[in-house]
């Protein structure tokens, strides 16, 4: 497939680190040397489909096509107040979709994934013009009393429109299943039966564990998907990689031994946004015109899981 067309959506609320240290112990001081985080969107009376509805419908101006184009729609979120029916079914009644549609919660690599399975339905024939939409509000998973989880994060959507094409160069998705690296539960509707033991726990991060995975997954399936392509580094325009802490990019960027200039960041006024990150960044970089025709782009993304993923774009 080819991506034809990108879209974003922000919650308007701006949380700089100083606001944060008005009610937690933490400070500008900690956050930026350790995270590269200033500020993060933060969703307050918006709800997250309409900002992946606004998203898509950004997307699908920039593709030049009507909902009535699109013949499937996959929806990454990783927590929403909905059980049923899906984000993909609830953002599609908004913006007037009538095509198949799927949810998958792949935390942070979901934008990789979606193109994954869009790319395997079309090589399989059975789609042409493929949406994605990856909406989160990870805000509203974290406790705002444990100031080593909620600094970190971010709300918001990303979209884009893939449509027929070669440009998908290659994909990799790994799995490392670790579920107690990062996790969160919400209870169920209790019954007269249920004996076992449930809790509402917000999100439980073993930080430093997260950082060494993050690290080494993404250098490890870099540089496995560039080799399995025949694409050498040198060729490669430009990183994507989920925006989760800028100290992770750096050390991503010094293993692989590449430039600062290939890697674009948004990191320092958005937080970690899930897997809203990467098509954020991609729209972005997309509306500054900072990609050429026939640029290599690598995305690279890891988390709950533990998964990540990597893709070869041409651009
Ligand atoms: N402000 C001030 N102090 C804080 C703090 C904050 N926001 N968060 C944690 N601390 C404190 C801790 O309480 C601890 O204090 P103590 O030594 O008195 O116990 C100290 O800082 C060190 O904590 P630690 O967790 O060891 O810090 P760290 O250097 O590992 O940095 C992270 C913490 C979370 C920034 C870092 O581990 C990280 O970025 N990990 C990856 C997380 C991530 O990106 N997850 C999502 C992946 S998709």
């Given at each position: ?22 009610f ?12 590269g ?21 950004k ?22 107040e ?51 939409v ?14 080593s ?27 490392q ?10 209870t ?11 809790k509402?726990?917000?999100l439980?991060?073993?930080?430093r ?18 080799k ?16 989760a ?31 809203a ?34 893709a070869?774009?041409?651009?």
């Open positions: 497939m080819r991506i034809i067309g990108t879209g974003s959506a922000l919650p308007k609320k701006v949380v700089t680190n100083a606001m944060l240290s008005e937690l112990d933490t400070s500008d001081e900690w956050i930026i040397p350790r995270t985080i200033r500020s993060r969107h933060v969703i307050t009376d918006e709800r997250v489909e309409d900002l992946g509805a606004e998203a898509a419908r997307a699908l101006e920039q593709a030049g096509m009507q909902p009535g184009d699109i013949d499937f729609f996959i929806c990454s979120n990783v927590a929403t909905y059980v049923t029916p899906g984000m993909s079914c609830i953002i599609s009644a908004k913006i007037g979709l009538s095509c198949p549609c799927i949810d998958i919660n792949c935390a942070c690599p979901g934008f990789i994934y979606a193109m994954d399975i869009a790319e395997t339905y079309y090589q399989a024939g059975k789609v042409h013009n493929v949406l994605i990856c909406a989160e509000e990870p805000s509203r998973m974290t406790s705002w009393d444990d100031r989880t909620c600094v970190l994060f971010g709300d918001g959507a990303g979209a884009a429109v893939l449509t027929e094409g070669n440009n998908i160069r290659g994909i990799e998705l790994h799995s299943p670790d579920p107690d690296k990062i996790w969160q539960t919400k169920l509707v209790p019954t007269p039966f249920v004996t076992k033991e449930e509402d726990v917000p439980q991060m073993k930080g564990e997260v950082f060494k995975f993050a690290v080494s997954a993404s250098t490890r399936d870099v540089q496995s998907l560039l399995k392509v025949g694409i050498e580094q040198s060729q490669v325009a430009y990183y994507m990689v989920h925006q802490n800028l100290r992770i990019i750096d050390a991503i960027k010094q293993y692989l031994g590449e430039s600062d200039e290939k890697f674009p960041t948004n990191i320092a006024d958005h937080g970690n946004s899930s897997s990150s990467c098509p954020i960044l991609l729209d972005e970089c997309n509306r500054k015109g900072l990609f050429n025709k026939g640029d290599i782009l690598v995305f690279s993304a890891f988390g709950a899981g533990l998964l990540s993923a990597v070869v774009v041409e651009w």
